[in-house]
């Protein structure tokens, strides 16, 4: 009962006392918002004697009670055994016995109804009613009240009946009845077999109520064919918990309202509610309520909240696990076509588990947009989706997470430390959000963003704190993506930034890259991605003290075909820790006609060549690269400017109207044929700077043909203005300077 000192009844305790004392020395009630239909009588009921009547139901049918009365019950015996028809205007008052205690209404007749309301306005207050353990329920009402003419329960414990309150929808010989204006207030509303509270119709309240160990909280099933439905109705400050089902189920609903309403340890879903242009809202920002911990029972797949319609909004809500729950998920929403679903300024988190059943991998997920034609939108800076084996799952319509925070990042908001923060479905938008990992999660760690095809990430930041690991990336772009669009993002620190695995036609513009194993990642055939404006800069982080290639963008595995234009990288001698290995601007292996154009490659300390390496190398174009062409790039203070490593036909072409430039690199250009494949090119329009004392060769070209006898490596130039002759290693190699192209 909520007067024994529970926390929704704390907030009315004092009202309830103050109300039974106006009604016993004034003898008139005015409920709240209620006007009285007259000014009333009140007559008293007390069952050891001393009263007008013995019963309630003696009262009820006295001709003397009439509309507008007030009915006070004493609290006698405590116990008033019969059933109740309300057929009158009136209000029925318990007595509270030393101010906490009021007396019970048990049924007399378990299959009949403790209490049936048949008219309105009518208030309830102040009772514990109990006992229909058969066909009959707590309260039933089938009454369309008016506003402020409503039909109120009020500060009552309805327990141990099949049903607690059932407001009923009714299709009475083709006339449809439709129940409203029904106020269920600080009421408690426990252990009853079946459901707490079934109601239907609209405009209706529930109000600062505990609703537990019932099969299902709050239930509310659209009966096909019959009309049962509920709209405009609202469910507000309640507490929802341990319920055998459901803590809230409402199906095929309109234009309700659940807020402030926390609903945890219910054995199955947390809240189901389908319809459209519903909302549940928390208290507001910085006082999330909460949904939690459902799904005691284990079963598979359910979810803490599911949602689906158009038009619904969910917000300033903390949906969770504590426990990790294998099978529980946190929120599923199934878009229908019409207006978006909104997800705002939420937290959801605890998700994280994952095992193998019968070959399947059955994963926990924060949030699973589905679409049946709709589109959902998660938004709002202060969201928070993290610890979850998957973030977010997004469908194929175009949904939408847009959080607000850009160049507004904060600690702790954002999508984090998830092993996958968002799949994407096709067409997905992603902007303004911020997406981290913490220190701890680095080998558990897959992805960021998963991305589909059509999928757009714009002005999104993306940081990896943990420890450097050979895992982990921003953005994955996988096999058969095509059309994806990254714009305007910022990463930092990840092993691989973004990574193309058998992608096509996708394109990165102006974004930055720092601190990375390798920065952008085509391989197995990713053809035809364009990559412009970016600026790519910071120690590359080495791994495990590996001296082996790190690249900015590496192009291997027969991609073909791709561009890189008007981009910049600051390449460095070390990393933040001081180790060294081959640095690379752009790392080509494997492919074939890829362009790079109107590019700067820079090192801002200045080169430091030691022969036996590592180097810090602007572009390489390493085993079986034919055909790339290297367009209006300027290179400066590297080790090597370009390296071609067996690969033929690589044009290296200046800007042809007024020469770009290769200052002060210890080598502009070096051709060498390890695989009995030669390297061959051509080079021309560039305005060279060279100091010998950074090149023990004291030649700013070295061409290497000694392990292809029978095809000689050769480079043809011209206009090449300043130092450009070259060190042959033997009779293999050649450097041909020819009168032009």
Not at 40 to 56: A, P, Q, Y
Not at 262 to 267: H, K, T
Request: contains cysteine; charged residues 20%.
């Amino acid at each position: 009962m909520l007067v024994y000192g529970s926390k929704v009844s704390e907030r009315k305790v004092c009202r309830v006392v103050l109300v039974t004392f106006w009604i016993v020395f004034a003898g008139v009630f005015v409920l709240r918002g209620v006007p009285e239909v007259r000014a009333g009588n009140t007559w008293i009921v007390d069952n050891t004697g001393g009263g007008d009547f013995l019963t309630i139901s003696a009262a009820l049918s006295s001709s003397s009670v009439m509309d507008g009365d007030t009915i006070f019950v004493r609290y006698g015996t405590g116990m008033y055994i019969e059933n109740l028809v309300v057929n009158k205007k009136v209000n029925i008052v318990g007595e509270l016995q030393q101010n906490v205690n009021p007396p019970t209404i048990s049924s007399a007749q378990p299959d009949t109804h403790v209490i049936e309301i048949t008219t309105y306005p009518v208030l309830i207050e102040n009772f514990k009613i109990t006992g229909a353990t058969g066909l009959g329920v707590g309260v039933y009402s089938e009454v369309a009240a008016e506003e402020y003419n409503e039909v109120t329960l009020q500060n009552l414990e309805i327990y141990s009946n099949v049903k607690g309150i059932v407001i009923n929808y009714v299709n009475d010989g083709g006339q449809s009845v439709i129940p409203s204006y029904h106020v269920i207030d600080s009421c408690s509303i426990h252990d009853n077999y079946f459901s707490g509270i079934e109601i239907y119709g609209e405009n209706h309240r529930i109000r600062e109520c505990e609703i537990y160990n019932n099969y299902n909280g709050i239930l509310s099933v659209a009966m096909e064919g019959e009309g049962g439905y509920l709209s405009y109705t609202e469910i507000e400050d309640c507490e929802v918990w341990g319920n055998g089902g459901d803590g809230i189920h409402i199906s095929e609903s309109n234009y309700n309202r659940i807020k402030g309403t926390d609903v945890w340890n219910n054995d199955h879903e947390g809240i189901f509610l389908s319809g459209d242009h519903n909302a549940i809202e928390g208290v507001g920002s910085g006082q999330l309520s909460s949904i939690y911990d459902n799904n005691q029972a284990g079963s598979l797949a359910i979810w803490d909240l599911h949602v689906s319609g158009e038009g619904n909004i969910i917000k300033y809500y903390k949906i969770y696990q504590s426990t990790h729950r294998q099978n529980t998920r946190g929120v599923f929403i199934v878009a229908e076509e019409g207006e978006s679903n909104i997800i705002e300024n939420c937290e959801v988190f605890g998700y994280y588990w994952s095992y193998w059943d019968g070959g399947e991998e059955k994963r926990g997920y924060g949030i699973f947009l589905l679409s049946e034609g709709g589109v959902t939108e998660i938004r709002g800076s202060d969201t928070k989706i993290y610890d979850n084996y998957v973030g977010v799952v997004t469908s194929n319509s175009g949904d939408v997470i847009d959080l607000g925070s850009y160049n507004n990042y904060r600690s702790g908001y954002g999508i984090f430390n998830n092993w996958m923060g968002v799949s994407c479905g096709d067409y997905t938008e992603i902007k303004n959000a911020y997406f981290f990992t913490t220190s701890g999660w680095a080998y558990q760690y897959y992805a960021d963003v998963y991305a589909a095809s059509h999928v757009k990430i714009e002005g999104c930041k993306f940081a990896h704190f943990a420890l450097f690991s050979n895992v982990g990336r921003a953005i994955y772009i996988g096999d058969g993506v095509h059309s994806v669009s990254v714009r305007d993002c910022i990463f930092n620190r990840y092993y691989i930034e973004i990574e193309l695995y058998h992608a096509s036609y996708n394109s990165i513009q102006d974004c930055t890259f720092s601190s990375y194993h390798q920065g952008i990642y085509l391989s197995s055939s990713s053809t035809y991605n364009e990559i412009v404006r970016c600026n790519f800069f910071g120690a590359i982080a080495v791994y495990n003290n590996d001296p082996s290639v790190y690249a900015s963008v590496v192009i291997r595995d027969f991609s073909d075909h791709n561009y890189v234009n008007d981009s910049s990288f600051d390449i460095p001698n070390a990393d933040s820790a001081g180790k060294r290995a081959n640095f690379v601007g752009i790392y080509i292996n494997g492919s074939e006609y890829n362009e790079i154009n109107n590019c700067e490659f820079f090192n801002k300390t200045g080169s430091d060549y030691d022969d036996d390496g590592p180097w810090t190398n602007g572009i390489w174009c390493a085993y079986y690269s034919d055909d790339n062409d290297i367009l209006g790039c300027d290179f400066e203070n590297l080790d090597r400017a370009v390296v071609v490593e067996s690969s033929q036909e690589i044009d290296i072409f200046g800007d042809d109207s007024s020469n770009s430039d290769m200052k002060y690199c210890a080598v502009i250009l070096y051709a060498y044929d390890p695989l009995l494949y030669a390297a061959k090119g051509r080079i021309k329009n560039y305005n060279i700077q060279w100091s010998s004392s950074s090149n023990p060769f004291n030649k700013p070209v070295r061409i290497d043909g000694h392990d292809c006898p029978a095809m000689k490596s050769r480079f043809e130039y011209h206009t090449l203005n300043g130092p450009h002759d070259a060190y042959i290693n033997d009779d293999d190699s050649e450097w041909v300077e020819t009168t032009g192209w």
